[in-house]
């Protein structure tokens, strides 16, 4: 059991420490090549963002388990179902996510506390996180059945694939290219593409 432990424990702490230092970073470059109000405009965009990652969240690890009971069994034929299954109902949810959040955006942004001088910056960054909220959604998802199929490591790698690409793409984007914080939500969504096609 220690190993066990240690062997799915570790990768997991790796890859939620890399993300927090992500999202330190991504909030310096933003801050340094954009200015304070962008740093705002993303704080009032992390609850629905947050909501989001729930719903995928609950997706990715009631199917992990599922599927680790099936592999336990010998059952593949059964843990591909739930694969596709779990696969299906990411890209569903998403979906909706998607078309509800970019039509309702402002109203939604207004809400959690979005002011005139804010509301600019929470639009742009925003409507490129949602346009790439399935590929959030099935990433996230691919790396729970990653660890649940024993491959806590590959799951780990694909998140810090996504983690660096992120980090290198920042600058580039905001300083180099001039996009600001778009640029930053560019950023963001390349890196989840490359750790997507890693996972798969």
């Known amino acids: 059991m220690g ?6 424990a570790v990768p997991s702490l790796i890859a939620m420490s890399a993300n927090s230092i992500y999202n330190l970073c991504d909030s310096m470059f933003i801050g340094q090549g954009v200015g304070p ?29 599922q599927t680790s009971i099936a592999m336990g069994e010998d059952n593949k034929r059964r843990g591909l179902i739930i694969l596709g299954n779990m696969l299906r109902m990411d890209v569903s ?9 970019l039509r309702f955006l402002d109203p939604v942004l207004r809400l959690f506390g979005a ?14 996180i949602i346009a790439g909220n399935i590929i959030t959604h099935v990433f996230l998802g691919l ?8 491959n806590p490591a590959q799951s780990m790698r694909a998140h810090l694939i996504a983690v660096f690409v992120n980090l290198i793409l920042d600058p580039i984007f905001i300083f180099g290219l001039d996009l600001g914080i778009r640029g930053a939500a560019f950023a963001t969504v390349l890196g ?3 750790g997507l096609v890693y996972a798969i």
Do not use: N
């Not at 190993?3 to 799915?8: E, I, K, M, T, V």
């Not at 009032?44 to 719903?55: D, G």
């Not at 804010?118 to 960054?125: F, V």
């Open 3 to 8: 190993r066990l432990l240690w062997q799915f």
């Open 37 to 65: 109000l962008a740093i705002a405009g993303i704080a009032i965009s992390f609850p629905f963002m947050s909501i989001s990652s729930a719903f995928g969240a609950m997706l990715g690890v009631g199917s992990a388990a």
């Open 93 to 101: 949810i998403a979906l909706c996510f998607t078309i509800f959040g």
């Open 115 to 128: 002011s005139d001088q804010t509301l600019p910056y929470a639009h742009d960054y925003m409507q490129i």
């Open 143 to 150: 790396c729970d059945q990653l660890r649940a199929t024993g």
């Open 192 to 194: 989840q593409i490359c």
